[in-house]
Every structure is written in structure tokens, then in C-alpha cells.
């Protein structure tokens, strides 16, 4: 009986609550650096949902221009050459750098569109507003862009709520939608002046807010990036208590994380199998009038019933995405 117990927490405790309108999973989001052409040819071969591009931090202030250019050649040629429908995604610099206005001038006049743009150290309406304004002016005819904002610093942290808000009335009427956070641990440290610890303690409430937030606006939730990338054992583990706290995938920065994350942000065997079994059950206690039943031990009613829901959901969203 106790094994039983914790089994079913333990699938019970993993679960992402998920509310979409649309979905791209982006289980995984790896970065490689924009002007490194081995690395981004290697990308286009893994089984990863989400390739970034990068214009930013990845790349040295001497190779902007050829991150750039690179990345616009990549743009230019068609998409479906790749084995896999990943996420063409390009993280360009923030908006009050001297580069976001090349970056996105490059990107959103290309021949094919990127389907998602990353837009870092946004703090305050303006950054916004900016972004907005030049994405509407270059982006052609009807077409839309998803739009993926970041989260890393104390002011932003603290200004989450608004930004996110204010992203999404600025959408309405633009060629953008946006469809997530990424919670940018490593800079949020760097502005609060710490360095990041091996267990990430000192993240533990910006984190839980970024997610919180995100998830009040039914967006993906990107989960912070594991810089220690030999260490396999602990990203699993970092994996799983983002997974646990609703985010829906996590920034990668080498190929060797790939599998790892792709994995544990997809519902496991046991978990699927809990869920549509409690599926079952609770259509055939709702015939019979009762709203609250045991299922493997547990009092279920609809908070669990919506839990196991979206095990399945996330299951099929992302199977049919790819
Ligand atoms: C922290 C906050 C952030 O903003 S994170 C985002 C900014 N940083 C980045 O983009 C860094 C991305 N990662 C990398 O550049 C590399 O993984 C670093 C960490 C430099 C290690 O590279 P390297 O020494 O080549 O690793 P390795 O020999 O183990 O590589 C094995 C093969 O894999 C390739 N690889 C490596 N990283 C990537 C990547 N990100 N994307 C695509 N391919 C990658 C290597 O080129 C190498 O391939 P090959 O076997 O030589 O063909
Ligand atoms: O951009 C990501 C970060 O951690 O900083
Ligand atoms: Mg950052």
C-alpha cells in the first residue's frame, strides 16, 4: 500500500500545468553561437525542438556582424532541408544595444522568416514598445512571428507581471504573439551580484515567480540554463524540479544535454499510463453522478482529473508538433 501511495505521488508530482492556445514545443532550447558555422551545421542534426541562433551573449562583440550574416544565409535558404521541423528560432541583442536594430533588420527581412525570436534583458515598456515598432515595420504581409521575452534581472523579475501584460496587448494589434519566458538565471546573477551556487538555492524565488507568472498568461515557461554542461546527472535533476514547477522546457547550451531535456520534459511511460486510466475512470464516476471517487488509493475530483488532463494534452501537443 505505501509502495502503491508513492507511486502515484510520484507521478502526480511531476505534472506541468498547461493552458495553450497554440503550441510550439520547445522542450529544449539550444543556443549556438551565430557565427559558428560547424556548430550550427551539428544543431541541424540533433533531435532537439527548439535551435536559437545567437546574436548575443554567445557571441564575441568582434563577430556580431558575422553572427549576423550567418544567420541570415541560414534564413534565406528553406527550412524543410533539415531532418527535423525544429524551432528556427534567433536570439538577437537587447534593444538598447547598438546591435538589435541590424540583428532584427537582418533576421525579419530574410527570405524565411524565423518562427521565433528571443528577446534578452527586456526591463521596461519601452524595450518593448521599440521592439514593437520595428518588427511591425519589417515583418511582410500578414505573416507572424512567435515572440519568446527574457526575464534577467532584479528589475525585470520584479516587473514580470506588467511586462508579460503589456507584451501581450502590444501583440494584439502586431505581427507578433508571444509565446513565452525564459527565466535568464546566469545574467539575473550577475545583477544581483552573486555568483550562481552548484544547487541554485539563491534562484529559487525568482524562479518559482517567472513560472508563476508565465503560466497566468498561459506561456511557455523556459527554465534556467546548466552551465556545468559535463554534468549530466544534475541537469537531469534540474530538469525534473523545473518540470515539477510548471516550466515547460529548459535552455541547452551542448548537444550532450539535448536527450536529456527533451526527455524529461515529456510525460514518462508510468505518468501517461496514470493519467488516462484516471481519465477513464472519472467519465464513468461522472455517469454515475459522483464528482469525487478513489482511483489507486487516492481521492480524485477535478483538480486531479485536470492534472492528468494535461499529461495527455502535453502528450499529444507536442507529438502532433513535431
Ligand atoms: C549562460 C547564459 C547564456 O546566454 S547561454 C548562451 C550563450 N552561450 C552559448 O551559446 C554557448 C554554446 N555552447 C558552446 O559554444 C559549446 O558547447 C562550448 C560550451 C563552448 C563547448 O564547446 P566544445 O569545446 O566544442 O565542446 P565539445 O568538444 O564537447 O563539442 C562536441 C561537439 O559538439 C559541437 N557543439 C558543442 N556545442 C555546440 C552547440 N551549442 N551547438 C552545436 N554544436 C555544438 C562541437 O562543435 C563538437 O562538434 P564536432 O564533434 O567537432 O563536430
Ligand atoms: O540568457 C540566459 C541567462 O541565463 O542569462
Ligand atoms: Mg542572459
Not at 553572427?67 to 541560414?74: L, N, Y
Not at 521541423?85 to 538589435?100: I, Q
Amino acid at each position: 500500500m505505501k509502495m502503491k501511495f508513492r507511486t502515484v505521488f510520484n507521478c502526480i508530482k511531476k505534472i506541468n500545468i498547461i493552458s495553450v492556445r497554440y503550441y510550439t514545443p520547445r522542450r529544449a532550447l539550444m543556443y549556438v553561437p551565430g557565427d559558428n558555422l560547424r556548430k550550427l551545421s551539428k544543431a541541424f542534426t540533433l533531435d532537439v525542438d527548439c535551435i536559437a541562433m545567437d546574436c548575443e551573449d554567445g557571441v564575441a562583440l568582434s563577430q556580431k556582424e558575422t553572427a549576423r550574416s550567418t544567420i541570415r544565409s541560414i534564413l534565406d535558404t528553406e527550412k524543410n532541408v533539415t531532418r527535423r521541423n525544429f524551432d528556427r528560432a534567433v536570439r538577437v541583442n537587447p534593444v538598447n544595444s547598438e546591435f538589435c536594430h541590424d540583428d532584427l533588420r537582418a533576421v525579419l527581412t530574410a527570405k524565411y522568416l524565423p518562427d521565433t525570436v528571443l528577446l534578452p534583458k527586456v526591463e521596461d515598456k519601452g524595450h518593448l514598445e521599440w521592439f514593437a515598432d520595428q518588427a511591425n515595420a519589417l515583418i511582410r504581409d500578414e505573416a507572424k512571428i512567435d515572440l519568446i521575452i527574457y526575464v534577467e534581472s532584479a528589475l525585470a523579475v520584479i516587473k514580470c507581471y506588467e511586462l508579460c501584460k503589456y507584451t501581450m496587448e502590444l501583440a494584439e494589434n502586431g505581427k507578433f504573439r508571444l509565446a513565452g519566458v525564459v527565466f535568464g538565471s546566469d545574467d539575473l546573477c550577475a545583477s544581483l551580484g552573486i555568483t550562481r551556487s552548484h544547487d541554485g538555492a539563491e534562484l529559487l524565488y525568482a524562479r518559482q515567480k517567472v513560472v508563476l507568472i508565465s503560466k497566468a498568461f498561459n506561456l511557455q515557461a523556459i527554465d534556467m540554463v546548466h552551465i556545468d554542461f559535463k554534468d549530466l546527472v544534475k541537469l537531469k535533476e534540474y530538469c525534473e524540479q523545473g518540470a515539477q514547477m510548471g516550466y515547460t522546457g529548459k535552455q541547452v547550451i551542448h548537444p550532450d544535454q539535448v536527450p536529456v531535456v527533451q526527455t524529461a520534459f515529456l510525460p514518462n511511460k508510468k505518468q501517461v499510463e496514470w493519467a488516462t486510466g484516471l481519465l477513464e475512470s472519472f467519465k464513468e464516476h461522472q455517469k454515475k453522478g459522483q464528482g469525487a471517487f478513489v482511483y489507486k488509493g487516492i481521492m480524485i475530483d477535478m483538480p486531479t482529473m485536470k492534472q492528468a488532463q494535461n499529461i495527455v494534452d502535453i502528450l499529444k501537443l507536442t507529438s502532433s508538433s513535431l
